[in-house]
């Protein structure tokens, strides 16, 4: 959110013909009024963000605003008023209102009070093309917009940019790499009148526009190849990033991207694909870091995920409301909440192993046929769940009262408890400690043993869930008045959930299996399954030994400190052994899980949506504290203000998702082509691109951005590839960048679009530049992060984690930087100093800059210098041409543009001053004789120049 001064005041030497609210009124509430009567604080029960606190009465009972009366409105009499403790605003807070506002305001009420929304929150719709004073100059629908703005300013278009430069441009802008050579030779020679248009389209069916675009899509996911917080270790995710760069070259609809990342593995039987599109939504930091709360990164990431949808698809500060209403717009702080219940009930819970997560194929050729494996195994999964919580709910159980509790590594204590005999951990519990629990034999034979854990304070739990754990052993021995215990065996273990974590029957194997991990909210239950009933004699004593798990995050004990046992002499459970069915869908699990196994694999977090029995109840947090829980959410849901939920629409992510992609949404349309013209012209129809509220900036051409929404929606069926065709190829687009004199003074930022753009490279497309005009870039498609070379003294991980740098000469040093290892506590330095993120949280638009570090960073950066010795190898290497020559065509490799005479004349006279140099004072670090040197350091020189860095 911008700071209040930074909002342009409406200051109007004359009022419209009928004011209009939103354009007139509101921003005069948001300049001087709602820091004390809005969102945040409403003083003396005032706001002047909502319609009805307005129009109703403040604490001393006098109305606000009655509509057709400006005297008898209390507003307008506090800010006419001259006494200092009436007059609004006080004196302490800023200076009175203007002449102009108050006319604005008193004719408002007079006209009678009419509210509309602001702009954004209401529906885009279709604009006729405007009368312009050039139509021969307009190419497309773009066009007469901005030819129509520059008419009332009074000012003419540039004349078009010519074709190198226009190739360079739409080169970089639309797959992030310079056209070579050739390819400008063959535009400049081609007389056809479509010849622009058949570069573009070239460049859109590159492999190479997805990687570009994927990696401003990236900003947004807050993509990163490790946690962020605490350890910040590595993480599997670059699977993602593929799916991206493949969705981008695929021309994939924007609306069926928007619902894949959002709720993918909510569609029908979802594909891998769809599945891997879904950790657009794991990409949140988590935080191993010892003694931290799992719980609390929990709510942190289902807080990120609300704030973060609102700002890469609705450009709102969404995040303003979780402590308290909108300062600006009318979004309650319990909307928030309601918005939030989407996010609240999937699995994930900051758990160190980053569950849930699916097996992906390295080979991009095989996830068909992994989707295929996992779908069969989920499926056999649910239908065994389906026959075991059948069976055991219709189980009559009978509790175990005379029960005995000792423990190894903990103290037990036993209590009755709804007709239940429990045990319960006393004082501090150890982890890997065993509870043994003791009960007498009733002489009848024991099919199953159902085991229960349960949070100590059922109630609380519900609202801060309590530390779980998980057994790692669970064994059952008769213990006869004299001698040694005899082992029962074990055959089956069934666990309460659907889609286990974990395999619950690895408990009866010693390793990590069935368990509250790592957080209990409610009571647990599994059933085991001896191979043959439990039957024990006179004065024998059945031990049932729970060895639980160690401990998680350096800090808790995985130790169950609540449970209850009961058991059954049900023959159907030991039928359960032997039944056609279960039997069947057990060997489907087991031999897909083998087969699944042997695909060579990554894994990948991905979203999943909680079983009904495990569902959250979300809560209003109050001031944004998650431990100070206020009113109990009903219902997912999003703000009053904006159009409901589809009609039929699931109260899940996936019916968020169809929200968002309706074309009832008045903003997903038009806060995404605000982003793609904010990436090829610097900056959006709307400046603020973080923010389309009534706190941002307005946009500079408003029937355009709406023009254009309403269309990428309609017309272009939400392919992105025809929106950015629209836009480079309008008139508009191929402007020539030079400034005329007096534009610089009347349009230092070019909101007028009065000349074309010019942008500095982006951190990737100044390395992938580098790398192009060196001839070092390696085209290798998707794939594991790659290492490119590093500063000296750079990686010092707080973790074992390594930076593998290829050698020198292996295609795996030169890939493009949208591949390159992603760490956010040490990000590629390179692209920090050319403005990238970090990426620990989501980025709307990267604030451009020009500083010397950029420079510095060209000359001396290992990278860089390597580029630069093979560009110098490349010039030297020229078939019989002459020093001048050979420079001309490094100048054009680095800059597409053919260098000026005067320019030549520098580099010449630079080139023969270091070789007199290097003779003198021979450098081996520069090369390995004078003319080699002389050559490195011009091509470092042509990498750095200004007309190599822009676009």
Not at 170 to 191: H, M, N, Q, R
Request: proline share 8%; glycine share 6%; charged share 25%.
């Amino acid at each position: 959110m911008i700071p209040r001064c930074l909002i342009p005041l409406l200051a109007l030497a004359t009022v419209h013909a009928e004011v209009d609210f939103a354009r007139d009124v509101q921003p005069i509430f948001n300049a001087h009024c709602v820091s004390c009567h809005g969102g945040v604080k409403e003083a003396g029960e005032v706001s002047f963000i909502y319609r009805d606190k307005v129009l109703g009465k403040g604490e001393s009972g006098a109305p606000v605003v009655v509509p057709g009366n400006p005297d008898a409105s209390e507003m307008i009499k506090r800010i006419i008023s001259k006494d200092p403790d009436e007059v609004m605003p006080k004196p302490e807070h800023g200076p009175p209102l203007p002449a102009a506002e108050i006319e604005i305001l008193r004719q408002w009420v007079k006209e009678g009070a009419k509210w509309s929304e602001h702009w954004s929150f209401v529906k885009p719709q279709r604009h006729p093309a405007p009368s312009v004073s050039d139509t021969e100059w307009c190419r497309n629908s773009i066009d007469p917009f901005i030819m129509a703005r520059l008419d009332s300013e009074k000012l003419k278009p540039s004349t078009e940019a010519d074709r190198a430069s226009l190739l360079r441009r739409a080169s970089l802008d639309l797959i992030g790499l310079p056209p070579s050579p050739e390819e400008v030779k063959t535009f400049e020679a081609d007389p056809s009148p479509d010849a622009y248009e058949k570069q573009v389209d070239r460049l859109l069916a590159s492999p190479a526009f997805g990687e570009r675009w994927a990696s401003v899509w990236m900003d947004l996911a807050r993509y990163a190849d490790s946690e962020g917080l605490g350890l910040d270790r590595r993480r599997e995710v670059w699977k993602f990033r593929d799916w991206l760069i493949e969705a981008y070259n695929n021309d994939m609809p924007f609306d069926q991207f928007t619902t894949e990342q959002l709720a993918g593995d909510l569609l029908p039987n979802p594909t891998l694909d769809q599945q891997i599109a879904t950790t657009f939504q794991r990409l949140t930091q988590s935080n191993e870091e010892g003694g931290t709360d799992d719980e609390e990164f929990r709510v942190a990431a289902v807080l990120d995920r609300t704030n973060t949808t609102w700002e890469v698809w609705q450009g709102q500060t969404f995040g303003c409301v979780q402590c308290h209403s909108h300062p600006y717009d009318p979004i309650q702080h319990e909307e928030y909440y309601k918005f939030a219940e989407f996010f609240n009930q999937t699995r994930d819970s900051d758990l160190s192993e980053d569950l849930p997560a699916i097996k992906v194929p390295l080979d991009r050729a095989r996830h068909s046929e992994a989707g295929q494996l996992a779908h069969t195994i989920s499926q056999a999964e649910s239908d065994l769940h389906d026959i075991h919580g059948r069976l055991a709910a219709s189980t009559r159980w009978k509790p175990v009262d005379d029960l005995e509790a000792s423990g190894k590594g903990t103290k037990l204590n036993m209590i009755r408890q709804d007709g239940y005999a429990e045990f319960r951990t006393e004082g501090n519990v150890a982890s890997n400690s065993t509870h043994l629990l003791t009960f007498p034999s009733d002489h009848s034979a024991i099919t199953a043993l159902r085991i229960e854990l349960l949070p100590l304070d059922e109630a609380q739990a519900r609202l801060t869930p309590e530390w779980g754990s998980f057994l790692k052993k669970i064994e059952i021995s008769i213990l006869p008045e004299n001698g040694p215990a005899r082992p029962v065996p074990l055959a089956r273990l069934i666990g309460d959930e659907e889609h286990p974590l974990f395999d619950p029957e690895a408990s009866l194997h010693g390793k990590q299996g069935w368990g509250p991990y790592s957080k209990i909210d409610r009571p647990r239950w599994c059933v085991v399954i001896p191979q043959e009933p439990i039957t024990a004699g006179t004065n024998e004593r059945i031990q049932v030994s729970l060895a639980n798990g160690g401990t998680i995050i350096s800090s808790f004990p995985m130790v169950s400190k609540r449970g209850r046992l009961a058991t059954t002499g049900d023959q159907t459970w030991s039928e359960l052994l032997t039944r056609d069915d279960v039997s069947r869908l057990r060997d489907t699990i087991a031999g897909s899980n083998k087969t699944l196994a042997a695909i060579p694999s990554t894994s990948v977090p991905v979203m999943r949506e909680l079983e009904p029995a495990a569902r959250r109840q979300t809560h209003v947090f109050v001031r944004g504290n998650w431990l100070d829980k206020g009113e109990a959410v009903t219902k997912a849901d999003v703000p009053a203000v904006f159009p409901r939920l589809p009609e039929g629409a699931p109260a899940n992510r996936l019916g968020l998702a169809r929200w968002i992609t309706s074309t009832d949404n008045p903003l997903t349309a038009r806060v995404a082509v605000n982003r793609f013209w904010l990436e090829l012209f610097g900056t959006g129809i709307v400046e603020t691109a973080e923010d389309f509220g009534s706190s941002g900036v307005k946009p500079s051409h408003p029937a355009l951005l709406d023009d254009l929404a309403v269309r990428f929606q309609t017309d272009y069926r939400w392919s992105v590839k025809r929106l950015l065709r629209e836009i480079v190829t309008s008139a508009t687009y191929r402007q020539s960048s030079v400034i005329r004199p007096g534009m610089a003074e009347r349009d230092q930022s070019n909101r007028l679009l009065a000349r074309g753009p010019r942008q500095r490279l982006t951190a990737e497309m100044a390395r992938d530049n580098a790398l192009v005009v060196s001839g070092l870039l390696v085209s290798q498609n998707y794939g594991s992060p790659a290492f490119p070379p590093l500063p000296p003294g750079v990686w010092k991980p707080f973790v074992n984690d390594t930076w593998d740098t290829p050698a020198e000469g292996d295609p795996g040093r030169y890939r493009r930087s949208v591949y390159t290892y992603w760490k956010r506590s040490i990000p590629y330095p390179t692209f920090s100093t050319f403005d990238a993120p970090s990426r620990e949280l989501c980025n709307k638009r990267r604030i451009v800059s020009n500083t010397p570090l950029q420079a510095l960073t060209m000359l001396n950066d290992p990278a860089f210098d390597e580029c630069s010795r093979a560009l110098a190898r490349h010039m030297r290497d020229l078939p019989a041409t002459g020093i001048r020559e050979k420079i001309a065509a490094g100048y054009r490799r680095s800059t597409s543009l053919e260098a000026t005479p005067g320019r030549l004349d520098q580099l010449e006279k630079l080139y023969e001053t270091l070789v007199g140099r290097f003779k003198t004072t021979p450098d081996p670090k520069a090369g390995n004789n004078p003319e080699s040197a002389a050559y490195n350091v011009v091509a470092s020189v042509l990498m750095n120049i200004d007309e190599a860095l822009v676009r």
